[in-house]
């Protein structure tokens, strides 16, 4: 088994910045990719970029390019999504996601565990 736990959301105002943490713990040697996801109320949960650890490719979402970064810290089997100038529309509740594939997946359906999430609300 796979944990993963996210930190690091919050409330900030448009235009702010926000950095969130997923830890992962358990059997990490078995996950080969990790995505970040989010979900509105309302919506379905969306993609929002990933990381492939077997070649450090990381790939993102078209509403998030040049806004968010996706980082990796293999030695601390943590992930990393730095968000800047942050929009009211990137409300929502943000979960990380590990699968076994070589391949960064776009598809919820595609990954195997999940974190609980965490909420990133941006109001002024």
């Known amino acids: 088994q796979v944990h993963l736990v996210e930190s690091g959301g919050g409330l900030v105002q448009p235009g702010g910045s926000l950095s969130l943490s997923c830890a992962a713990s358990g059997r990490t040697f078995s996950r080969h990719s990790m995505g970040w996801f989010r979900q509105a109320p309302g919506k379905e949960r969306e993609f929002v970029g990933g990381?492939?650890?077997?070649?450090?490719?990381?790939s993102y979402a078209d509403s998030v390019k040049g806004r968010f970064t996706i980082s990796g810290d293999d030695a601390k089997d943590t992930v990393y999504l730095q968000m800047n100038s942050l929009r009211p529309e990137d409300t929502a509740i943000y979960f990380c996601?590990?699968?076994?594939?070589?391949?960064?997946?776009?598809?919820?359906?595609?990954?195997?565990?999940w974190g609980q999430g965490t909420q990133v609300t941006v109001s002024s």
């Open positions: 996601a590990g699968n076994r594939a070589t391949v960064v997946h776009t598809a919820p359906r595609k990954y195997d565990y």
């Open positions: 990381i492939n650890w077997s070649d450090s490719r990381i």
